[in-house]
């Protein structure tokens, strides 16, 4: 019997943490970026080019770039995060991994939209960690997540 | 009940609120970076169990001192009802709080008005507090 792992990867980019609900992730790789083909590559979609990903193109997403995080280079991490997709796997670049926790560690916070940026804000949930305000990666509604209003 | 006004300082500039409105004020939060806030707000920090938005020094002080909004240690944050939910208003000095008997509320000069100060200020002792009107700020907030 498979039963679902209700755990959490937390992980940073730049100044900011996140929470990825694991189900929505598969696969934690580094130092694979040095293979990024970027003749691909289009920053209007925050694609930073592809990877070779189990006889497949993976898209690599720039994460910060679409959150509009400070910060000189989206490969500042080297860390990739593969994720699981409507469309397919993806991958967005993580500075850094703090690691995974069991979902008893998080509790849920909220905040009114109305303070949120109203041009396409893509997340909406928070969770409290250990202090600390993270905000929700949800691999599963980014699909048009990565196409500007 | 004798109404009551709260006066403080950001930076060089000295304002009033009103107290119906404010929750509490709070010192020594830590203040956490959200990505895609609204214009206008520094970050978010934690009371209670509410996420309030900061909302910058700039848009309540006005523009014309250079505002640090990397806020140093020491610095408050009175915590306020508004329609959209808690918000924090930057505060580097609790000045006093007065009964609004104590002073006059009057028409704010024009340099007043650009301090957001919806057009009043509480004048006390002789000295003159632009009323802040909290509201209209969160109103103002940019799109």
């Known amino acids: ?149 | 009940m004798i109404s009551k006004v709260a006066l403080f300082a950001v930076g060089r500039e000295t304002f009033a609120l009103r107290v119906e409105g404010i929750l509490q004020i709070v010192s020594d939060v830590r203040i956490f970076t959200l990505p895609l806030l609204r214009q206008g707000i520094r970050g978010v920090f934690l009371y209670r169990q509410s996420t309030v938005p900061l909302l910058e020094r700039r848009l309540v002080a006005g523009a014309r001192e250079n505002h640090n909004e990397d806020s140093p240690a020491g610095h408050c944050m009175i915590v306020f009802s508004t329609d959209a939910g808690p918000v924090g208003l930057p505060a580097d000095k609790i000045l006093g709080i007065v009964d609004r008997a104590q002073g006059r509320e009057e028409e704010a000069n024009d340099e007043q008005k650009n301090c957001k100060a919806a057009g009043t200020v509480f004048v006390c002792n002789g000295d003159r507090f632009p009323l802040l009107d909290v509201e209209a700020l969160v109103r103002s907030l940019p799109q």
């Not at chain 1, 997403?61 to 993806?90: E, N, T, Y």
């Not at chain 1, 560690?105 to 939209?113: A, G, L, T, V």
């Open chain 1, 1 to 149: 019997m498979v039963t679902s792992v209700r755990m959490k990867l937390v992980f940073r980019l730049r100044e900011v943490g996140f929470a990825l609900p694991i189900r929505g992730l598969i696969e934690i790789r580094e130092d694979s970026l040095d293979l990024l083909d970027r003749s691909t590559a289009d920053p209007d979609r925050f694609l930073l080019g592809e990877l070779p990903f189990r006889g497949e193109p993976l898209p690599v997403r720039d994460l910060a770039g679409r959150l509009r995080l400070d910060g000189k280079s989206p490969f500042r991490g080297q860390i990739l995060l593969v994720l699981v997709g409507q469309d397919g796997p993806s991958g967005i670049v993580a500075d850094q991994i703090d690691g995974i926790y069991p979902d008893q560690e998080f509790e849920s916070r909220h905040i009114s939209p109305f303070f949120l940026d109203s041009q396409g804000c893509p997340w909406r949930h928070l969770v409290l960690w250990r202090d600390e305000l993270l905000v929700v990666c949800e691999p599963d509604k980014m699909t048009n997540f990565w196409e500007l209003p």
